[in-house]
């Protein structure tokens, strides 16, 4: 009878740690959250990052030739574009400058335009907004 005590004990006491072990892979998973920049230089330096990032990798031309072809009747992104832009919030673009292109028109609208819909992977303080010039070499 102590024996079967001990084996109920025993039993309790594993689960109980999985669910410990459970809980805290849970928790680990979840808290992995966007990071928060609070500084301009902060803010800044992860949108370039993440910017030169998208760009190495392709995934950012990529991703904007998908509709080209259709809303300007290009097929291949080409060009240099400079451009101001506007970040806030929770990484979302607030708003785009055409500084400088050497690409017609239209594919200069469609890539301003997309890039209004880019959303970065981090968040800033809400009351604050920061200007920085990325110049995208596709």
């Known amino acids: 009878m102590a024996n079967s005590k001990i084996e109920i004990m025993k039993k309790t006491i594993q689960f109980m740690l999985m669910l410990f072990l459970t809980i805290g892979t849970y928790c680990s998973t979840w808290a992995q959250k966007k990071p928060f920049y609070n500084t301009q230089e902060e803010v800044i ?3 370039y990052l993440t910017l030169d990032d998208w760009m ?3 995934a950012l031309k990529e991703s904007i030739e998908k509709g080209l072809e259709k809303a300007t009747g ?5 060009g240099n574009y400079v451009f101001d832009l ?3 919030h929770k990484g979302e673009v607030a708003s785009v400058f055409k500084v400088e292109s050497d690409a017609p028109v239209k594919m200069q609208n469609y890539v301003k335009n997309y ?6 992977p981090f968040k800033m303080p ?5 200007k ?3 110049e995208f070499k596709f």
């Open 45 to 47: 330096e992860a949108a």
């Open 56 to 58: 190495s990798s392709g």
């Open 86 to 88: 506007t970040i806030r």
């Open 132 to 134: 920085f010039r990325y």
């Open 74 to 78: 290009y097929t291949t992104l080409e």
């Open 115 to 120: 890039m209004k819909e880019l959303q970065f």
């Open 126 to 130: 809400k009351d604050k907004s920061y």
